[in-house]
């Protein structure tokens, strides 16, 4: 079931591989080593995919993200907390849809859901709203043109089966 450990399990799973390099992160929306599939846990997994991303893409560093003006403008001792340039970046770094890091005050009053709650809420929501946009005219007739060869090909195979 998408719980605590099938995220804590990911996570490991995604993690190393993500800091060695790899380019592709597997199994999103599995459990039990992939004899089930949950729609609830594939959002989940997405979510913790793209925080694994961000993270191992590493911390930009310039002038304007270590905001060199700003720590220089507020000096020593002094707050970053209700400064400009903190409330334009603070979210930048985590962006998220599923995870609730509200207070547990808000998080009642909002209705007290957990994550599996929200993400089964939110995957219905996608599979009874969702609107994809076409794909381009020059992709699609690619790939038909795709399919049409395959097709050209498995007709070849099974009829040099048939003369053997």
Do not use: C
């Not at 060695?20 to 609830?40: C, P, S, V």
């Not at 599996?116 to 599979?127: G, H, N, P, T």
């Not at 994809?132 to 690619?142: R, T």
């Amino acid at each position: 079931m998408p719980d605590a450990q099938a995220a804590h399990e990911f996570t490991l799973t995604a993690l190393l591989p993500a800091l060695a390099g790899a380019n592709m992160i597997y199994g999103l929306g599995m459990l039990e080593g992939g004899l089930t599939w949950d729609y609830a846990q594939l959002l989940m997994q997405n979510e913790m995919a793209e925080m694994l991303l961000h993270t191992v893409k590493g911390i930009p560093i310039s002038d304007e993200k270590m905001a060199v003006d700003v720590v220089a403008e507020v000096g020593p001792a002094g707050e970053f907390i209700s400064h400009e340039h903190t409330y334009k970046n603070f979210k930048e770094l985590s962006k998220t849809k599923l995870i609730d890091r509200n207070t547990r005050e808000v998080w009642k009053e909002r209705g007290g859901k957990d994550i599996v709650e929200r993400s089964y809420e939110a995957a219905i929501d996608i599979l009874e709203n969702f609107k994809p946009e076409p794909l381009p005219e020059h992709i699609q007739k690619g790939l038909k043109d795709i399919l049409a060869e395959a097709e050209a090909e498995t007709a070849e195979i099974k009829a040099s089966e048939k003369k053997k």
